[in-house]
C-alpha cells in the first residue's frame, strides 16, 4: 500500500518561512522523482519543485531562490524548505512520486495547507 504522508504546513505571516514533509511508504523511493505542487482556490495544480532520483532539482520561476527542495533517501522523505513566504503562495501543498517499476507509476499525498498572512 502505498502512502505518502504531508506534513508542516500551517499558518505563517509574509516573510516567514516553512518546512514540509513527505515521508514515503510502500514505494522504492530511491529510484523515485519526488515532487512538491500546489493548487490555490480556483487555479490549476502547479509543479512547485521536483528532485529526481539522482538529486538533480527543477524550481518554478516563482519560488527560484526562496525554495529548498531535498530528499532523504535512507528515511524515504522528501522535504520543502519555504523561506521569505509571500501571501501569493498560499494553497494546498501536495507530494508527489514517480517511479517506474515494470511500468510507470505515479502516486499522490493528501496534501497540506499552507496560508501566508500578509
Known amino acids: 500500500q502505498v502512502q505518502l504522508v504531508e506534513s508542516g504546513g500551517g499558518l505563517v505571516q509574509a516573510g516567514g518561512s516553512l518546512r514540509l514533509s513527505c515521508a514515503a511508504s510502500?514505494?522504492?523511493?530511491?529510484?523515485?522523482?519526488m515532487g512538491w505542487y500546489r493548487q490555490a482556490p480556483g487555479k490549476q495544480r502547479e509543479l512547485v519543485a521536483s528532485?529526481?532520483?539522482?538529486?538533480?532539482?527543477n524550481y518554478a520561476d516563482s519560488v527560484k531562490g526562496r525554495f529548498t527542495i531535498s530528499r532523504d533517501n535512507p528515511k524515504n522523505t522528501v522535504y520543502l524548505q519555504m523561506n521569505s513566504l509571500k501571501p501569493e503562495d498560499t494553497a494546498v501543498y501536495y507530494c508527489?512520486?514517480?517511479?517506474?517499476?515494470?511500468?510507470?507509476?505515479?502516486?499522490w499525498g493528501q496534501g497540506t495547507q499552507v496560508t501566508v498572512s500578509s
Open positions: 508527489n512520486a514517480h517511479w517506474k517499476w515494470f511500468y510507470d507509476r505515479e502516486n
Open positions: 510502500g514505494i522504492i523511493f530511491n529510484i523515485a522523482a
Open positions: 528532485v529526481t532520483s539522482g538529486g538533480s532539482t
